[in-house]
Structure formats: structure tokens, C-alpha cells
């Protein structure tokens, strides 16, 4: 039990933050259509914040289901690979094995790997629990409490998105094949803007991520 | 309004597979080699690609206003290292004071 909450307190520094996100993203996902009980329950269920920020601002610039579902689809895609790195650190049946994999988020995983790179189970559960905790009570007094706030152009939260985009990408580029993704994404999008309808342009991009077939 | 909640539903579902695919599914095997390197590039080309179309984007045009203003305060923040939340009300803040001001 220690051990669990020795990854709960690694990672409360990073709780407080979640938090203050878990509110913002009810707040926005309010402004674009998303009410209290849905945006409460997309965070209970999907837990993974820059793709419910991408589903829930393309909902609210009317992009449509499919392009929402597919940008946060793909966004997620890298938990496929991650979940994989993680796969031994979970065991007995199969649906406590689907349940606690749930746990698995970007900051968890991080702070559980150790330096020798392995992954430590306590860690990741103990620091996952936490951030679940504070993403979804975040999400549900943001969205509730979001009703009191007045137009979100006039408080600058549209601008909001692309810096939080901006901020979760620095991290992402951690070498020169990345950057290149990066630039080569950008680009994309950037092109199609002007022509197709909105979503379309950073379906599009995802395709950037055959750059990873060249060999290093 | 339905469609969020189907986008709710699909986006969780899917979510859920997908955190559960190495637990559940491969056991101890691991992704062949080249197919891990495509998704790992998926984050940074689709994050980038959100940056442009969440700052220039419109309907099927290319918008230039305050929210560059609010982008360009987020790279000061990011480039003093600031963290996620201070970055994020950085750009907001700038956003809303240039719409005051303009």
C-alpha cells in the first residue's frame, strides 16, 4: 500500500496542475456543446487530455462526429506502444487487466519509469490513481462551475488551445526524425486549411508519421 | 446533444482498447521495430498540425487575429520555462488584453 502511495506523491505537483486542466476542459467543452454529464463521463472514460481537447474544439467549430473521433483516435494511437512497453506490470484476469491499464496516461508512465528503464507497477498505479482522481473532479467542477463564466473569446480561452497543443508538442520533439514529423504536420494542416472542412486538415497531417518508416 | 455523447462513447471505447492492447492482448511481446517508429511521429505531426488549425484555422479559411498574439506570449513562457498552466494563461491573458485593447 506504501508503494502506491509513494507514486500518488511523486506526482501530486503534476495533480495540481490536471486539476486546474480537468476544470479548463469543462469549461471549453461547455462552449462547444458538450454538457456537464458528458464532458464528466468522457473524462472518466477516455482520461487522456489532448485528445478530448481535439475532439471537443473540433465538436464546437462543427467538424463533425467522424473528424472528432478520428483526431482523438489517433492522437491516443501512441498508447498502443506505450501500453505494450508497460504489459508485464499487469497481471491476473483479464478484465482487472482492462481496468487497470485505464491508468495509464503520459505522466504516469513517466514518473514509473526507472532509471535502470524499467517500469515500476506501484508507481504507475499509485501516480495514475491520483491523476484520475483530480482530471475528473476537475473536469466536473469546470464544467459546472463553467455556466458562471461569460463569453470564452472575451477571456482568451480559444487562444488557450493552441498553446496547450504547443506546450504538450515541445516535449514530443526529442530528436530530428520528431521535429521532422513536426514541421511536416504543421505543414499539412496549414495547406489544406483554406480547402477542406474543419478536422480534415489534422486528419491529413497524421500522415506526417511515415517519416517513422526511413530507416534512423 | 447527441453527437457529443457519440463522440463520447467512440472516442472512450476506442480509448480503452487501445490502453489495454499491450496488458490484454501481447502479453510480453513487443511492436516490430519500424512500426513503432510511424507511432511514436504520430503525437508531434498531430499536435503540430492542431497548433496551426487551432490558431489560424476558420471555416475553410485562414484566420489571422489576437490568437497569434496569445501563441506568440506562449512560446515566451515556454521558452522561460514556465510550466503547462502558466504557458496556457499566458496566451489566454494576451489573447483577452489585445481584444480589449484593439
Partial sequence: ?????????????????????????????????????????????????????AAASILGTSGGIAAAVLAAVLLNARYGPISVSVASLFRGSRLRRVVESQLIVDESWAVSRRPDGRFDRHLLIGAGLLLYACWVGGTAIGAVGGEALGDPADLGLDAAFPALFLA?????????????????????????????PVGVPIIAASAACLLGLREA | MTEA???????????????????????????????????????PALLAALVVTQVVGGDREIVLDARLVGLAAAVAALLLRAPLLVVVLAAAAATAAVRVLV
Fill in chain 1, 1 to 53: 500500500m506504501n508503494r502506491y502511495r509513494d507514486g500518488a506523491r511523486a506526482i501530486a505537483p503534476i495533480g495540481v496542475i490536471v486539476l486546474a486542466f480537468g476544470a479548463s476542459f469543462g469549461v471549453l467543452a461547455r462552449t462547444a456543446g458538450i454538457e456537464t454529464e458528458a464532458a464528466t463521463v468522457m473524462s472518466a472514460t477516455t482520461f487522456a487530455g489532448s485528445a478530448q481537447f
Fill in chain 1, 168 to 196: 504538450l508538442l515541445v516535449p514530443q520533439v526529442r530528436n530530428r526524425r520528431a521535429l521532422a514529423a513536426a514541421i511536416a504536420g504543421g505543414t499539412i494542416a496549414l495547406a489544406l486549411l483554406p480547402f477542406t
Fill in chain 2, 5 to 43: 455523447w457519440v463522440v463520447v462513447g467512440l472516442v472512450g471505447a476506442a480509448t480503452v482498447a487501445l490502453k489495454s492492447v499491450g496488458p490484454v492482448v501481447l502479453g510480453g511481446r513487443t511492436l516490430p521495430h519500424r512500426l513503432t517508429g510511424v507511432v511514436a511521429l504520430l503525437a
